[in-house]
């Protein structure tokens, strides 16, 4: 069994920065792709992030290249979301989930292990 627990998400001003964590308990972490999603009130849950196994391949959704950034530790079983630039439509509850496989990309399917979230919230 995989457990994944965020953490970091909170209210920042637009235009700030957060880094949301996710630490990983078992040995399969560092076999798998890792992903972001993020759901906002009545919207649905969305791709954010996602990076290979061994951390050399990124993708971004649009809305956020160039602002965040997705990094992992695999000796530390723990990824990085950093979160620059914040826009008040940021704002939504972050999830992570391990990769079905050393890669993946933007659907949910890929992922078969899911954290329960961490909210954050952009004022404007």
């Known amino acids: 069994q995989v457990q994944l627990v965020e953490s970091g998400g909170g209210l920042v001003q637009a235009g700030g920065s957060l880094r949301l964590s996710c630490a990983a308990s078992?040995?399969?972490?560092?076999?798998?792709?890792m992903g972001w999603f993020r759901q906002a009130p009545g919207k649905e849950r969305e791709f954010v992030a996602a990076?290979?196994?061994?951390?050399?391949?990124?993708y971004y959704a649009d809305s956020v290249k160039g602002r965040f950034t997705l990094s992992r530790d695999n000796a530390k079983n723990t990824g990085y979301l950093q979160m620059n630039s914040l826009k008040p439509e940021d704002t939504a509850v972050y999830y992570c989930?391990?990769?079905?496989?050393?890669?993946?990309?933007?659907?949910?399917?890929?992922?078969?292990?899911w954290g329960q979230g961490t909210q954050v919230t952009v004022s404007s």
């Open positions: 989930a391990r990769g079905r496989s050393v890669i993946e990309g933007a659907s949910p399917s890929g992922y078969d292990y």
């Open positions: 078992g040995r399969t972490f560092s076999s798998s792709a």
């Open positions: 990076i290979s196994r061994s951390g050399g391949t990124t």
